[in-house]
C-alpha cells in the first residue's frame, strides 16, 4: 500500500475518545409482547483500538453495531461517546455498512458517493473534491473516482465505502459484516487495509462479523455475544499489536489459541 | 443501439427484416381497397390523397400543433404535481396509510367519464383540457412515484442517516435519483393515458386540435379524411412514444448501464405498474 | 442477521405465546387508522361544499355532495341503473375475452420465433401506442353506436398488453433452464408444454389483468362519447341533461366498478399462480 503520502489532510483524524456502551439492553416491541435481544452489554472501545464483536448468526451483533452509530436508541443503558451520551448519530463515527452495493448510490460516481455526506456537512466543492481523492487512495482506488460504483468489483466497492467513511472525519469507523461478500483472497487485503488505516490514521473500529479467523486477525480484543437475549460470554484480547501478516500471525500459537477459546464460547 | 454496430450488410437486413410486415400490410390496404366503392373502407390512395390535402391546406399542421401542445403541458404539470406529491406522500408513512383507499379510488375512476362534467363546466377552450389531460396524467405517476420511495433500500436510509444528510440534500440527490426509475415507468403509463386523453377531450367538443379534424371529417362523411386522420394520431402516439424513450434514456442512463453491468446483459427489471 | 429481520424487527414477526396483546395493539392501530381516513373523508366533503358555498368554481363541476349522494343511492334502486352496469360490464369483458383468445396464441407464436417477433415487433409497437379510441369516430360510421362497436374497440385496446405480455414472458427464459432443456435434448412439443407454456403463465396473466382493467376503462370513454347504451352513456346524457349530480353519482360507480374488477383480478391471479409469486410484476 503506496498511500502514505497521500494523507495529509487525514491527519487530524487521530481518535482521541473512547466509545462504549454501558448496561445497554434492547427490546422491541412493548409490554408483555416485548422481545429482548440484548442484555445489559458493557463493551468499551479505546482510541486507536480495534474490537471486533462475534457470536453466532442471529446472537443481535448488527443490533448492537446500530446502537453504536445512534441509528437505535437503547432501551435501557446509554451509549457514550467520550464523555459525552450519544443521542443520534454523530460526526465522529462513520459506518460501513454490509451491503455496500446498496449502500454506495448507483447514479453518483464513486468520487461523488464518497463526498456526498460531505456535501451534507456545507463543505465546498473543491475542498470536498480533494478530500473524497485522498481518502479513495487511502483506500488504494486512485483511479476510480470517476467511475460509476456499478462498475467496480466488490472489493472494490468496499473500499469506495470504507473511504466514504473516512472522508467524513470520522474517528471511529463500525464495520457491518464488512468482508461477508467479497472473495478470500479480497477479504485478505480488505483485512489488511483495515490494519492499515488504523495504524496510518489512529482510528478506531469496531467489526463485527462472525468469522473468527477474521475477528483474532484484525482486533487487539474479540468480544464474544451469545445467548437469547445476547450477552457478553467473554472477552478476549489478541496480543499481536499493530502489525500484522496474513501467514505468520495466523501460525501463531496465540492466534489458535484465541480462535480455540472463541469458538468454544460460541459453541457452549 | 448494437444494430448500430453491424456491418451494412447486416444492418439491411435486419432493417428489412423489422420492416417488411409493415410494407406488405401498407401495400396489401392499398392494392385490395383500390377500387373499392364502400364509403366506410374508401381507397388507401383516396386517404393519402386527403392527408396530403389536409398537411398542405395546413388545418392538419394546426391540428397536431395544438395538440401536442395540450399533451406536453398537461404531461409536464401532471409530472411536476405527482413527483412532488409522492414524494411527500411516500416518505410520511402515516400519510400514505391515511391517504391509501382514496388514491386507489381516484385512481380505478375512468378518466374519459369525467371529461364532458369537466368540458362542460369548464367550457371548451385549452386550458380545460390541459388540466383534463393533467389530472389524468398525474394518478400513474403519483402512484409510482410513492411505489419507488418506498422501495428505497434500507441500507440507503440507514446510510442517509448514520451520515446526516439534511432534509433538501436528501431528497435531491437520494430520494428523487432512486425513485427515478419508477417516477419515470409512471410518465410512460401517463403518456398513455394523456394521449386518449387528449383525443376525447377534441372529439367531446373542440373547435381545434387532431381529435376535432378526425370528428368534423367523420360527421359530414369525409370518411377518406376521418380515417386520415386517424393515421395521423396513431403517428403521433408512436413518434410521443419514441420521445419518451429518448428522455427516459437520458434521465435513466446510469439506470439501464448499471442494470447491464450488473446482470450480464439481461437489462430487463421489473418496474411500474400498469395504470390505465 | 438477515435484511428481513432488520427491515422487521421481531415484534413484526407473529409471536405464537401470546397472541391476544398483539391484537389489541394492533387493532388500537387499526382504530387510529380509520379514524385519520374518516378525518380525511370529511375534510374532503368540508373542502367540497366549501367550493360549492362560495362558487368558486362552477356549480355544474362541483355540485352539492348532498345532491350526489342521494343519486347514487336512488340509482341502485333502478333496473334501468343495473341494465347499463351488465351492459357496459358484459361489453367489457367480451372485449376482453376476444383479446385473450387473440393474444395469448399470437403471443406464444411469437415467443417462441425469433424470426417471427423481429418481423412483427414494428408492427405491435405501433400498436401499442396507437391510442385506441380515436378509431371511435370511424367506428361509429362504420359500426353505428352499437355494443359490437364498442366491443371491437375494446378488443383493439386491450389484445396489446396481452400479446406484449405473453411474448415477454415466452422469451424470457432463465439461461440455466435454457441451458439444462438442451442439454438434455428436451423435443420441442414437451418444451413447448412443459418449459414455454409454465414460464409464459404469470406475464400474460398480468397481461390479462391490466387489460381487464383497461376494458373497462375504455368501455365506459367509448359509451361517453358515442352515447352508446351503458353507464358511459347515461353519465354523458346525464351530463347533457344538466343533472351534474347525477352524472357524478355514476363517476363514482364507475370507479367503484374500476376498483371491484381490480381487486378480483389480483385475487384471480394470486390463488391461479401462487407457485409463481415473484413473476406477478413485470415489464408494463
Partial sequence: MTTAEHLDLLDERRARHPLAVKGLSKSYGEGSTAVRVLEDLDVRVEPNEIVCIVGPSGVGKTTLLRCLAGLLAPTTGAVMFGPTTMTGPILEVGVVFQDYSRSLLPWMRTRENVSFPLQGKGMRKAARRALADQCLNAVGLPDAGRKYPWQLSGGMQQRAAIARALAYQSEVLLMDEPFASVDAQTRFDLEDLVLHLRKRLGISVVVVTHDIDEAVYLADRVVVLSGHPAHVVDVVEVPFGQDRDQIQTKAEPAFTEARARILGRIRR | MTTLLLPPARLLLRLLERLWLVAVLAAGWWFVSADSTSVYFPALSAIWDALVSGITSGTIRTDVTYSLTNIVLGLVLATIVGTALGILIGELERLRQVLDPFLQFVRSVPQSALIPIVIGALGIGQAPKIYMIAFACVWPVLLNTIDGVRAIAPEVRDMAKAYQIPHSLRLRRMVLPAAMPQIMAGVRVSLAVGVVVMVVSEIFSATVGIGHFINTAGSVFDISAAWAGTLVVGALGYLLSLAFIVVEKAMLGWYFKSAGASSGGATTRTRGKATK | ?284
Avoid: C, H
Avoid at chain 3, 342521494?70 to 334501468?80: P, Y
Avoid at chain 3, 364498442?150 to 405473453?166: A, D, N
Avoid at chain 3, 414455454?196 to 381487464?212: K, Y
Fill in chain 3, 1 to 284: 442477521m438477515t435484511i428481513a429481520e432488520k427491515l422487521y424487527p421481531p415484534s413484526v414477526a407473529p409471536n405464537p405465546k401470546k397472541p391476544s396483546g398483539r391484537r389489541r395493539v394492533r387493532s388500537r392501530k387499526r382504530i387510529g387508522l380509520a379514524a385519520w381516513q374518516l378525518g380525511t373523508a370529511l375534510l374532503i366533503a368540508a373542502v367540497w361544499t366549501l367550493v360549492y358555498e362560495s362558487g368558486l368554481l362552477s356549480r355544474e363541476l362541483v355540485p352539492p355532495l348532498w345532491d350526489v349522494a342521494r343519486e347514487f343511492v336512488t340509482l341502485a334502486g333502478t333496473a334501468a341503473f343495473w341494465a347499463a352496469l351488465a351492459t357496459t360490464v358484459s361489453n367489457a369483458l367480451t372485449g376482453l375475452a376476444a383479446g385473450i383468445v387473440v393474444g395469448v396464441p399470437f403471443g406464444l407464436l411469437l415467443g417462441i420465433s425469433q424470426a417471427a417477433y423481429r418481423s412483427a415487433q414494428f408492427l405491435i409497437e405501433l400498436g401499442r401506442s396507437f391510442p385506441v379510441i380515436a378509431l371511435l369516430p370511424v367506428m361509429v360510421l362504420v359500426l353505428g353506436a352499437t355494443s359490437q362497436m364498442e366491443i371491437v374497440v375494446v378488443f383493439s385496446g386491450v389484445l396489446w398488453p396481452i400479446l406484449v405480455q405473453t411474448i415477454y414472458g415466452a422469451r424470457r427464459i432463465d439461461p440455466v433452464i435454457a441451458d439444462t432443456v438442451r442439454g438434455y435434448r428436451i423435443p420441442p412439443l414437451l418444451r413447448f408444454v412443459k418449459v414455454v407454456l409454465p414460464n409464459a403463465a404469470p406475464f400474460a396473466a398480468t397481461g390479462v389483468r391490466i387489460a381487464a382493467s383497461a376494458s373497462i376503462l375504455i368501455a365506459i370513454g367509448v359509451e361517453v362519447l358515442s352515447l352508446t347504451p351503458g353507464m358511459g352513456g347515461n353519465l354523458a346524457r346525464a351530463q347533457t341533461d344538466g343533472a351534474p349530480a347525477l352524472a357524478l353519482a355514476y363517476v363514482v360507480y364507475a370507479g367503484l366498478v374500476g376498483l371491484a374488477m381490480n381487486k378480483i383480478l389480483w385475487t384471480v391471479e394470486g390463488r391461479a399462480l401462487a407457485w409463481n409469486r415473484r413473476a406477478t410484476r413485470s415489464e408494463p
